[in-house]
């Protein structure tokens, strides 16, 4: 019998990046639940000796990306759509809740690129594998992506809170 | 505005992934750029706040419905845990039999051999992030910890052995706060001790060993609490490591 590799050491960050990609912890678990349900189908592909890491991740991907096209199947992705208002201010120690809002308006590709490479410490070339694009496309999306959050995070405390010293 | 070093390298730079003569090129610029610098800085921290915001996450108990999913087979049976389970039964374990059949017993020592095997998993090969609180605090890890799982620890000193601690965490178990020690070696290999209270009844048990996805468990229950010294660095080595921690815990620990 072929041994079967086990899925549940990788829960943890599976659930991590489920978290931060959908800002949900119930539309997480669920994007897991699917996830691993789907290894669970597709064993035999995945090759013993790969990173299983690097293919659950691939297999979230491929479902996150199905999600957003039946969720909003009229909205385009614009990857440059928004444009904040920088403080100019220092920045000021950042809550969960500003960087869950800075991750929920950055655009789906860059986020993903954000947090592969950001938070789960995958490799340029790991990160551009399981979302199916080039390198250059991870570098260019990642460098995006964290300028755009550097200008919402610096922008949004001067906006959203009134300083009280 | 970066005519010399490229954008990609500047995040290439946050990621720690340039070679060190290039890395020290790139220092060098943005010692001279502070503009870049700054974003440079700006980038760094927004890693910090992702891992300060979501690496609780990594702590949560997992969900019993996404645990049976990682089970629910192919084959129709998970075969593999059950002849793991059958395996430890045979091997001394029939008396926790009862603890197997529910979840109410989660601290049960088949449980504690997984759930530091599972830690072990998860946080040992984190290059940026493998400790909350690191060496060099190890006075305010061990206050910290102790107070938190409730019972005074010790972080047992591996350095005959080669080993040096590196610093410690704590996550959440089924019983509650459960304490990790991890340790390093001269060549990186990374061993780690997870400390959590057992379930009532379980009073002392001898040193067992578990097989768990390729890491070698040695633990054991002493009074209230679990103990389980997790690491892939060969039976016979962690079993040696978990002798010293023993040991040198049982002053600690008020052996009775």
């Known amino acids: 019998m072929r041994a079967r590799p086990d899925l549940i050491e990788h829960l943890p960050r599976l659930r991590r990046y489920a978290r931060a990609l959908t800002g949900d912890v119930t539309r997480a678990d669920d994007l897991v639940q699917d996830t691993l349900e789907r290894a669970l189908v597709k064993l035999d592909l995945w090759q013993p000796g790969s990173d299983l890491r690097a293919w659950l991740f691939t297999l979230m991907h491929n479902l996150f990306v199905n999600q957003i096209r039946i969720r909003r199947p009229r909205e385009t992705v614009l990857e440059d759509a928004l444009d904040e208002p920088v403080s100019g201010g220092q920045m000021e120690a950042l809550t969960a809740r500003d960087i869950h809002e800075a991750l929920a308006r950055l655009p789906e590709v860059q986020r993903e690129v954000l947090l592969l490479v950001g938070l789960e410490q995958f490799g340029y070339a790991e990160a551009a594998q399981v979302l199916g694009v080039p390198t250059g496309t991870v570098m260019s999306r990642l460098s995006r992506a964290r300028e755009r959050m550097r200008q919402m995070l610096a922008g949004e405390p001067a906006i959203k809170l009134k300083l009280v010293k | ?256």
């Open chain 2, 1 to 256: 505005m970066t005519d010399d070093v490229h954008e990609h390298e500047l995040n290439a730079y946050v990621d720690g992934t340039l070679p060190e003569a290039r890395r020290l090129e790139v220092e060098a610029w943005l010692a001279a750029h502070p503009a870049d610098a700054a974003r440079v800085q700006a980038w760094s921290d927004q890693n910090q706040s992702l891992h300060a915001t979501f690496d609780a996450v990594l702590n949560e108990p997992l969900p019993l419905n996404l645990v049976r999913a990682t089970l629910r087979p192919a084959l129709p049976v998970p075969f593999r845990a059950v002849a793991a389970l059958l395996a430890m039964m045979a091997t001394g374990l029939v008396g926790y039999a009862i603890g197997l059949n529910a979840e109410q017993a989660p601290a049960a020592p088949v449980y504690l051999a997984r759930d530091a095997a599972i830690a072990h998993a998860v946080f040992s090969p984190e290059s940026r992030h493998p400790v909350e609180v690191d060496a060099a605090h190890a006075d305010h890890l061990v206050a910290w910890l102790s107070k938190r799982v409730g019972t005074q620890l010790q972080a047992p000193d591996f350095s005959a052995q080669g080993f040096d601690l590196l610093g410690g965490r704590l996550l959440s178990g089924e019983t509650g706060p459960v304490a990790q020690f991890m340790y390093q070696d001269r060549i990186e290999r990374r061993v780690t001790l997870y400390v959590r209270r057992a379930v009532s009844g379980n009073k002392v048990t001898a040193f067992r060993h578990a097989a768990e996805n390729g890491v070698d468990v040695f633990y054991w229950i002493d009074g209230d609490f679990g103990y389980a010294l997790s690491g892939q660095i060969g039976r016979k080595a962690i079993q040696q490591l978990a002798d010293a921690a023993y040991s040198q815990m049982i002053p600690a620990s008020g052996k009775r």
